[in-house]
C-alpha cells in the first residue's frame, strides 16, 4: 500500500517511512498535483484537509483526526490493518525508496572501522547510495517504534469500534526489520 500525505502531514509521512511504508510528502505541492500524482501512482490520500478531501472524490483517501502525529499513526495502522506488516528501518527517509541488504565485506570501504567491526549487517539505498546499519537510527526512535507497534485499539472510542479481528500479539519490532 502506498500513500501520498498532504503539507499538513509531514511527521505522519516521515513515521510512515521509519516503519517500512512508501510515503509521498510533498509541502509545497498544489492540490491538482497531489491528486494527480495519488491517481497515476495508485497512492493512498491521507489529509487533514476537508477541500481536498472532498476534490479527492473517487480516490482511496482517508481523513486524518487528530493533531497529533502518534495518534494519526495509529488511525492509519488501524484503518488500513498495517501494524503486522510494518517493516522499521527498511525505507531510506530521504529518497522513499525500500533499502536493499547487503553483504557485509561490500561495506568494509563504506563505512568507519568501528562501524564495520562491530555490526552484522549493512543495507544500502538504490537512490542515493547512503549505507545504513541498526545504530544510523537514533535508540528512542526503536522505542517509539515498539509502543505504536504494540498500541492496541484501546485508544479507540467506543462508538467507533469496530469488528474485533484476531491478531498475533506482536511486541517485538525488530521482527520486520531488515536487519538481524
Ligand atoms: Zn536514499
Redesign the pocket.
Known sequence: MKFIVDCMLGKLAKWLKILGFDAIYLNRAEDRDLLRLARREKRVLLTKDQELLQAAAGLPRLFVESDNWQEQLTQVLEAFRLRNRAKPHSR??????E?KRIPKRMARNLVPPFVFERTPSFAI??????VFWPGTHFEDMDLKIARILRKRTNRRKKTRDRRKRQEPPRGDNQNGSIFV
Open positions: 531510506c527517509l530521504l529518497c522513499n525508496v533499502l539505498c538504490p537512490s542515493c547510495g547512503r
